[in-house]
DNA sequence: TTGTGTTTTATTGCCTCC
DNA sequence: GGAGGCAATAAAACACAA
């Protein structure tokens, strides 16, 4: 795949297409050949490859007339019926086997390298989407966790203040009432007890799931094939128990990762075919209704940085009595 | 018409797998 | 080592506002 690839002309839908060889010389900005008056023979205005016919000899590439009558090619789209066939044929499969090519640019007047291309293109036009969609979902399972944590702050608040409160007028009470107030004193230091007790178990239990989570993620940091990253997404949306909100029958796509990776679900990048994904799945075009819903990808980074926060924000939430800032690092989502 | 942003097609280089 | 995959990128084609 260097330098002498083919490039293919598409021009003439269908059957008869030309099939052009570059012969740019090395990637973008690559060597140039000029031929008399300046104009760009081999390579293009840019020093891109100029295309020219694949089954040209090397006696026609040496004659001057072959070059006038030879303009390069401009890149031509596929038409709307060759895209259709495309979508409708990495709907079912996202990979294409080297038969499935070949027969597929039989039917489509293309070259099995365009083809290839299409494909190849297209799964990443696919991953894309995917990932706009999980941060999508990722935020909204954080914003929705946010709000729950804000208002078990306030609700938290309200009981203390109604202890405190409870707990002035029983002491004003027995100071009132003298030494009747034994029973009142006793009273209030078994409330007072219990509130220790339930804030030491509290914090305890909160703890030990921190760190079970902190564990979890450390593991997945660690042994994620070649290093990936990978978010528990159950384990993340799970923990803070606020986090309901999340569909769990949606899918995502965390590379190196077993639950929800994405060959697992998507068949290796076999796609969105053998799963639920394929439900969904259209083109990317008709966006509103999602095509290539269900699964998701995220990258290493990605996964990491998530994985982080949630154990972080769970920790913040978890450990910190106090109301806080409620400061959530939010530049992780902007 | 033109400038600009977006999408699509294609290339290159690197990586992994067999 | 070859085949195929992916990320990054170039550049043509297209869409659209001014």
């Known amino acids: 795949m260097d330098s002498g690839r083919l490039i293919f002309n598409t021009t003439g839908s269908g059957a008869g297409q030309m099939l052009f060889l570059e012969c740019g010389v090395g990637g973008p900005g690559g060597g140039m050949f000029h031929r008399g008056g300046g104009r760009p023979v081999l390579g293009l205005e840019e020093g891109r490859g100029v295309k020219r016919p694949f089954f040209t000899s090397p006696d026609e590439l040496l004659e001057e007339e072959y070059y006038d009558e030879q303009l390069p090619e401009k890149k031509r789209r596929l038409t709307p019926e060759q895209v259709h066939l495309l979508e409708r044929s990495f709907e079912e499969e996202n990979k294409l086997e080297p038969e499935r090519k070949t027969e597929l640019a039989r039917k489509l007047g293309l070259q099995p390298r365009q083809v290839a291309v299409w494909f190849q293109n297209r799964r990443a036009r696919w991953k894309t989407k995917q990932l706009e969609r999980d941060f999508d979902r990722l935020k909204a399972s954080f914003d929705a966790l946010r709000a729950d944590h804000d208002a078990l702050l306030q609700d938290n608040h309200r009981l203390r203040s109604q202890v405190v409160s409870l707990t002035e007028k029983l002491q004003e009470k027995e100071e009132e009432e003298g030494g009747a107030g034994a029973a009142a004193a006793e009273f209030t230091a078994d409330v007072k007890v219990s509130l220790a007790v339930v804030e030491v178990e ?3 239990e909160e703890a030990a799931a921190f760190e079970a989570q902190q564990v979890k993620s450390e593991d997945r940091l660690s042994t994620g094939s070649g290093g990936s990253a990978v978010v528990d997404t159950d384990a993340l949306l799970g923990a803070g128990g606020g986090l309901a909100a999340v569909d769990s029958s949606v899918e995502s796509y965390f590379p190196g990762g077993d639950d929800h990776h994405y060959s697992d679900h998507c068949g290796g990048m076999a796609g969105p075919v053998d799963h639920h994904c ?12 999602g095509s290539d819903e269900g699964c998701s990808y995220y990258p290493d980074e990605t996964a990491a940085a998530a994985a982080a926060f949630f154990a972080g924000h769970a920790h913040h939430h978890h450990v910190d ?6 400061q959530i690092s939010w530049w992780m989502w902007n």
Not at 321 to 326: I, Q, W
Request: cysteine-free.
């Open 278 to 289: 394929a439900a969904e799945f259209q083109s990317e075009e008709d966006d509103g209704a």
């Open 321 to 326: 009595d106090d109301e806080d800032d409620g």
């Open 202 to 204: 509290q914090a305890a």
